[in-house]
């Protein structure tokens, strides 16, 4: 079973002010800031004798397992009640200042009933103060080595009933010596009850898809047969801290009680009666579609105790049930009735968390344990903030009969006291609900014709096994028989024919008579005479108004087939008109009578699926895909549709794809880099996605060509020229500028910036450089004043 989270502990302690406090005890409460000090230190009153209310640890156990859960339960006799409560755990000899002082942790059940306390959190009080008659809570022991522990309750009534050190509201367990390990720690009390009595187990499951919604499974759900006992101190079916037994884990994994029972009935001396119910498909319906499973079951002073269990299915091993439920009381009488709400429990074979986690056991074996909130985050009963699991279940056991002379102190207000006891109802069918089969056939004819014993059969067909591991039961039955007419209990039998058919009715209008024959086949060996009769007969009605209005018809004919083959459905029978009314009115007789017909209950067939297949490939090579995997449908097509889905799809995520080099077009190439002579001019290109994953490089971004210039003139006459060509050129642009201002008077540029940084290192770069438009005109016809960009090569040297 998956680790168990521990829930934050908390430290909070705010004024509590309480009617009936002292103003002493209020001015000392005052002073201290002790832990959960205040709710201990309230001085009252309390009557002697006083018994109405009490506090049990579910087995009455005097010793208790470190680590092991307990269920608490404080309860009102009726017709008593009480409004408010507080429950605690106390260290013994300590006085509850401390957060030390308290031992163990409880659990709350149930949200609605039960809290725990605001200034003292490791204490559980009412959730709203109501009418009640009984609380539950779990309580989880402490660890080894801390000694005895005290539990105390207050309730709260009309005042209030403080703290009692002993009595009725108290109760002391002690922690178990290691040498015990092993023991049960549930001493039981001998019962001193008389006579015997009988009692139903009703079981209410309250798990579906409307209470519990996560992960609910819908198709699949439903609770296992009950399996359990009346029985003796001697024997325990399973217990919290306790391991499983193969039986109980068969009921926990498979929802098969087979094993269950072979083991409650080896133990026949400490048995008294073996307690089964059916299994419900789906797991819940309402009660006015379907009743609530029930067994009866018996009890005495020797085997006062009863335990059950049932599968929550599917799951990994997850029950409900009670274990040593006590139905003797310390009056020396029987419990009316017992009333109790479930939550699950886990068997400690399967570490699965979900309903439908695949198969994996639990190695080693744990200890059986209740199930909580904070098991494991993908479990459906998950709830971060650690609250109560919602109740899945409620079963109750009431008594229906008395049998026997009663020795019970106090008196009993139920006369339920009978002569005899009637025996507990059979159930017939032990069939794992892992096997499904069609309905019995009808009974073969008996194998011998005489009045010899012979033996006659019936069928089912195996439609199903949801669980090779859980084997299925024959599928004939046979059940010994003799020819017709025989009988075992007549030592001189006579062997008789099957009955004739009925004779016609005597009369063709109103009431008659019919009768029907049958004949010795074979006489009693000892020479007696027959005395079975051969002929009987019956009154039949045929045709009742008879009058020239009535027409005559013909009896009914046999009634057809159901049609439905479970459930209500309806059948029809027919008969004929012989004769129409003398006087040539229209016959008003019915030809044609229906009415209601009820066969077996209709049960809900899960789909049988074949496993989930393998994932396939993903549908690209890299990237984001789908992915699809499928099963199949392995029921029989009479089991009714399947809406259950075949295939599933999902994403899936290979590597990236490569991504290539993405480039910009190559730019104008620039001016030949000499005035004179060969040179070389360039372009570029930049890169506008970088290759990734993979992906195509990128190529050259500059590219060099060469160009040529008139041929450059040699000596002072060169130089010369040059510096004439230079000043002309001075004096063009400067012309130009000229007659730009006088274009456009309110455009003013800012001066060159300086040139970027060369784009490369070697092999030709560029470099930019910007001249921004300082003034420009309001007017929209100056539309060539713009900022202006000019481009140079560089590092032009090879790499």
């Not at 559980?124 to 989880?140: C, D, K, N």
């Not at 023991?183 to 008389?194: G, N, R, S, Y």
């Not at 499973?293 to 997850?318: C, I, K, N, Q, Y």
């Not at 470099?767 to 004043?785: A, G, I, L």
Request: glycine letters at 6%; proline letters at 7%; hydrophobic letters at 30%.
């Amino acid at each position: 079973s998956p680790p168990r989270l521990s829930p934050p502990s908390l430290a909070l302690t705010f004024p509590l002010v309480a009617k009936g406090f002292s103003d002493e005890t209020l001015e000392k409460a005052a002073k201290s800031e002790g832990y959960c000090s205040r709710i201990l230190r309230a001085q009252g009153t309390r009557r002697e004798g006083y018994n109405e209310f009490s506090l049990r640890v579910e087995g009455d156990p005097e010793f208790y397992k470190p680590g092991n859960s307990y269920r608490v339960t404080l309860s009102a006799a009726t017709p008593a009640y009480f409004r408010g409560f507080t429950l605690i755990a106390l260290k013994e000899g300590k006085e509850g200042d401390k957060e030390e002082d308290h031992a163990g942790t409880f659990q709350i059940i149930d949200e609605e009933e039960t809290q725990f306390m605001s200034n003292c959190p490791v204490a559980v009080t009412e959730s709203t103060p109501r009418r009640r008659t009984r609380i539950q809570v779990f309580w989880t022991a402490p660890p080894a080595g801390t000694g005895c522990v005290i539990l105390k309750a207050s309730i709260v009534q009309k005042r209030i009933i403080y703290f009692q050190d002993e009595g009725s509201l108290t109760k002391k367990i002690c922690e178990q010596d290691s040498a015990l390990e092993g023991v049960t720690d549930k001493p039981i009390l001998d019962c001193c009850a008389c006579g015997t009595a009988k009692y139903r187990l009703t079981f209410y499951g309250n798990w579906s898809e409307k209470t519990h919604p996560k992960d609910f499974p819908r198709r699949t759900n439903h609770w296992s047969a009950i399996i359990g006992s009346s029985h003796s101190k001697n024997y325990i079916l399973w217990e919290y801290g306790g391991y499983a037994s193969e039986g109980v884990k068969q009921v926990a994994e498979l929802g098969s009680p087979v094993k269950m029972e072979e083991e409650i009935r080896q133990q026949s001396d400490e048995v008294l009666t073996v307690i089964k119910a059916k299994a419900q498909w789906p797991a819940w319906q309402p009660l006015n579609v379907r009743a609530a499973p029930s067994a009866e079951f018996s009890v005495d002073r020797h085997r006062h105790l009863m335990s059950f269990l049932t599968m929550l299915g599917p799951s990994p091993d997850w029950n409900v049930g009670l274990s040593a439920e006590d139905l003797c009381t310390k009056d020396c009488g029987w419990v009316q009735k017992v009333v109790q709400d479930l939550i699950p429990w886990d068997a400690g074979t399967d570490s699965g968390v979900t309903y439908e986690s695949p198969n994996k056991p639990t190695v080693p074996q744990e200890k059986i344990r209740p199930l909580t909130s904070l098991d494991h985050p993908q479990s459906p009963f998950y709830d971060p903030e650690g609250g109560s699991i919602k109740l899945v279940a409620r079963v109750v056991i009431e008594r229906i009969a008395r049998k026997g002379e009663q020795c019970n102190i106090v008196p009993d207000n139920i006369d339920d006291i009978v002569a005899d006891l009637a025996p507990e109802e059979k159930e017939e069918d032990d069939t794992p609900e892992t096997c499904i089969y069609s309905n019995w056939s009808p009974w073969s004819a008996c194998s011998s014709s005489t009045c010899e014993k012979g033996k006659r059969m019936r069928q089912r067909m195996l439609k199903a096994q949801l669980d090779l591991s859980v084997p299925c039961p024959d599928t004939q039955d046979f059940q010994p028989c003799m020819g017709p007419g025989c009988s075992d209990e007549d030592g001189s039998t006579c062997m008789m024919s099957d009955w004739i058919t009925w004779s016609p009715c005597s009369v063709s209008c109103g009431m008659g008579t019919r009768s029907r024959e049958r004949y010795v086949k074979q006489f009693p060996e000892d020479g007696s005479m027959c005395k079975v009769p051969t002929e009987e007969t019956e009154k039949c009605i045929v045709n009742e108004e008879c009058s020239p209005s009535s027409c005559l018809v013909t009896e009914w004919g046999e009634w057809d087939e159901c049609s439905a083959s479970c459930g209500t459905g309806m059948k029809r029978r027919h008969r004929m008109i012989k004769m129409t009314p003398a006087d040539g009115s229209m016959c008003k007789a019915e030809t044609t009578e229906a009415e209601k017909c009820m066969m077996p209950e209709c049960h809900t067939i899960p789909c049988l699926l074949s496993p989930w297949s393998e994932w396939s490939d993903c549908s690209v090579t890299c990237g984001k895909g789908m992915r699809t995997r499928q099963r199949m449908l392995k029921s029989a097509a009479e089991l009714g549709d399947c809406n259950e889905e075949l295939e599933q799809a999902e994403k899936c995520m290979l590597p990236e794809c490569p991504i290539d080099c993405e480039l910009t077009e190559w730019s104008q190439w620039s001016e030949c880099n000499t005035s004179c002579g060969k040179g070389h001019m360039i372009r570029t290109r930049m890169i506008k996605t970088e290759p990734q994953f993979g992906g195509a490089a990128c190529p050259e971004t500059v590219q060099r060509s060469k160009c040529r210039v008139r041929k450059c003139l040699r000596g002072a006459g060169m130089e010369k020229r040059r510096w004439k060509e230079s000043r002309e050129k001075r004096r063009s642009e400067q012309a130009k500028k000229n007659l730009d201002s006088e274009q456009y008077p309110v455009c003013r540029l800012k001066p060159w910036t300086a040139w970027t940084e060369c784009s490369t290192l070697c092999g030709g770069g560029i470099q930019e450089r910007y001249m921004m438009v300082k003034k420009r005109s309001k007017s929209t016809q100056f539309t060539s004043c713009k900022d202006k960009k000019e481009l140079r090569a560089c590092n032009v040297h090879p790499c």
